[in-house]
């Protein structure tokens, strides 16, 4: 059997357009293509997961619109499990989405229904976190919430990840002592920590105040540069294999969603890293958010350029 994963947290609908470059303030440009495309960072890592070995469930809330149909097809048609996925009343989450000629994205979020993603609605589907091996959270449904699925999944010795995006303050301090696995990229582990975060010796110092404030292991991702592990005792580097960038729209998710699949079939640590790494570095060669996520095949047969 599979491990499962549950992954609880955001469905979105991109709204993408590409463009020469991101617009400056005030300034209108003429785009080069707009598609539709079923993303959201908590559908984002489901996919990934499920693509990549686990077997999964959402918890999560979309809208009554045609969106909310999609998004909940797009799971479907990777047999993730589902029947936690609430349709309420008004429009799904959308994201709008440019991305750029040097493959560099700027993202703006409505809330929408992820909005009635409630602690008393993941209630209802505890049997859903019951049945799962890991939990995966990120921070696009409410922050009560978030603080409650961490905290159930601690209660039942669940293996908890969190990947705080997007972050731009401090997480409850309460939060800490729940996660196992506490996942961000610079920027959020800069917004995380209070600390600056440019370079591999400050993504040190971010780490080890991260871990000082509760949280278990960090991996703070670093882009084309790879990651950083650090479990309190030590640190390791992990470098990014080099490819061809298209559009790194849910590369960030890949490896979340990678990683937790990886360490649910009992893969270590360093290799459900490496697995994530190469997962996200084929994301980033494929334009959009949920298309763009490679299958275990593809991963299994990525041999460095
Ligand atoms: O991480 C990428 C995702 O962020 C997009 O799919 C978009 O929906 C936003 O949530």
Known sequence: MPAKVVVIGSLNMDLVTRAPR???GGETLIGQSFATVPGGKGANQAVAAARLGAQVSMVGCVGSDAYGKELRDALLAEQIDCQAVSSVEGSSGVALIVVDDNSQNAIVIVAGANGALTPSLIGCFDAVLQAADVMICQLEVPDATVGHALK???ELGKVVILNPAPASRPLPADWYANIDYLIPNESEASALSGLPVDSRQSAEAAATRLIEMGAGKVIITLGAEGSLFADGKSFAHFPAPAVKAV??????????GGFAAALAVGRSEAEA??????????????AGAQPSIPSLSDVQAFKTP
């Open 22 to 24: 991101l617009p400056r």
């Open 152 to 154: 159930r999944a601690r």
């Open 247 to 256: 559009d790194t729209t849910a590369a960030g998710d890949t490896f979340v």
């Open 273 to 286: 890293i490496g697995f994530g790494q190469i997962a996200a570095a084929l994301s980033v060669t494929r």
